[in-house]
């Protein structure tokens, strides 16, 4: 590690107790997407105390804090807000108990059950540090803090909001995401990291009945059972053996009751790819089945696809993360990884698009160490290990909190020379 790096961080134990209370806070009161009110407010205020030029309600809820030091590089840090609906079930003493309204009205229960609290702590220390100790280094310091991740909405509403315009142009963009690996492990990986995500409605439409008289009906519920077996073939028979992908069903809709035949089904699924070919070729596909199935089945009307979502694959800059890794060998050590492809989406890569600037996004670990090295010996971690967006999920606050902070410290500083 740098005299650089260890100068700055030099500061962290003096605001590690303040941050740990902070992400229980965080924690105790999780708030959907776009209605961050009550964590946007206490980013907002935070980084005006330390200095920072503070820009508030980008994108609705969004935070941008700009603290310039000099001539030098740019460096944008990003960190999601949102909560999901979840009933948490951790039992942890700072466990969520809260109850929000949804946009459709209906009340939910809400948890930070994927760490994003996690990552709202961890950029706030990382810019107290930099904001305490401008003499080890030299530029432009953003910390821009996202609503919304969850339902792909926050990056393209900030964009939409003048993004560019609010905020001086990175040269280079980083985030982080806490992960169900060990805690104090950080993991980088170049080009492709995170999937596209596509979720998808199908309507498809028959013709009620009495399910005493199936001869006068088309039925919409065999029509959509056809519809799902067919699309597991998408994967394992339209694409390469080698060509990661996945084509999830995860609801079905239909009917009111057990002797009525109904005129439609509702079908919801979501698809997940690494590139825009396979991408292309797998919604092409459901496309082509849908209709095909619903042409077979003598269905009255064509059947509707809706897209309720879609994030693109993350991609990361090779050189840039490149850059990273040697910084993070160079702090954590042994516990610096090559991390896997993962599953999950984002939508933060639209934010350094937007600039026309290259970015990395890297995983770290928030499992308890001796939890996950058990499961591991029993080879039981993903039966064990609660994974993001569990009702358990709840990483442990230390050492991971010291990491994410540490880690976007270390990033920065490979580009805000003294």
Not at 27 to 54: C, F, I, M, N, W
Not at 160 to 182: C, E, I
Not at 192 to 201: G, H, I, V
Request: net charge negative.
């Amino acid at each position: 590690m740098s005299d650089r790096d260890s100068e700055v961080l030099s500061g962290l134990p003096g605001i590690r107790s303040g941050l740990e209370d902070l992400y229980r806070d965080l924690h105790r009161h999780p708030e959907l997407g776009l209605q961050e009110h009550r964590t946007s407010k206490k980013v907002a205020d935070a980084l005006r105390d330390l200095g920072y030029e503070v820009t508030e309600g980008v994108g609705g809820k969004g935070v941008i804090g700009v603290l310039a030091n000099g001539d030098g590089p740019a460096v944008m840090a990003r960190a999601d807000m949102d909560a999901l609906p979840v009933r948490e079930q951790t039992g942890l003493p700072y466990a969520s108990t809260v109850t929000l309204t949804a946009p459709d009205g209906t009340e939910q229960p809400v948890m930070h059950a994927c760490g994003h609290d996690m990552h709202v702590t961890a950029l706030l220390g990382c810019a107290t540090l930099m904001a305490r100790a401008q003499v080890a280094w030299r530029g432009t310091f953003v910390a821009l803090f996202q609503p919304s991740e969850e339902n792909a909405e926050g990056a393209r509403a900030m964009i939409d909001d003048g993004l560019t315009a609010k905020s001086p142009r990175p040269d280079v963009v980083l985030a982080q995401h806490v992960l169900p690996y060990p805690a104090g492990y950080v993991g980088t990986r170049p080009g492709p990291l995170l999937s596209a995500a596509d979720s998808l409605r199908v309507t498809v439409h028959g013709r009620g009945a009495h399910g005493s008289m199936p001869q006068a009906a088309v039925d919409p519920v065999v029509l959509a059972a056809m519809v799902v077996v067919r699309l597991q073939t998408i994967v394992s028979r339209e694409l390469p053996a080698t060509t990661p992908a996945d084509v999830t069903v995860g609801s079905i809709h239909a009917g009111t009751g057990p002797n009525v035949i109904p005129d439609s089904a509702v079908i919801e699924l979501n698809v997940r790819t690494y590139d825009d070919d396979s991408r292309d070729q797998v919604l092409k596909a459901i496309e082509r089945i849908v209709r095909a199935e619903s042409e077979a089945s003598g269905a009255p009307k064509a059947p509707e696809i809706e897209r309720m979502s879609a994030f693109q694959s993350t991609v990361n800059d090779e050189d840039v993360t490149r850059r990273v890794a040697e910084a993070f060998a160079g702090r954590f050590g042994d516990d610096a990884h090559t991390i896997d492809l993962q599953t999950a989406s984002e939508d933060m890569s639209e934010i350094p698009q937007a600039f026309g600037a290259p970015f990395t996004y890297w995983g770290i670990g928030g499992t308890d160490p001796e939890l996950y090295a058990e499961a591991a010996d029993k080879g039981t971690v993903a039966q064990d290990i609660p994974v993001n967006h569990s009702p358990a999920f709840a990483p442990v606050i230390q050492p991971t909190l010291d990491t994410g902070v540490s880690a976007m410290t270390v990033a920065a500083l490979a580009w805000l020379g003294r």
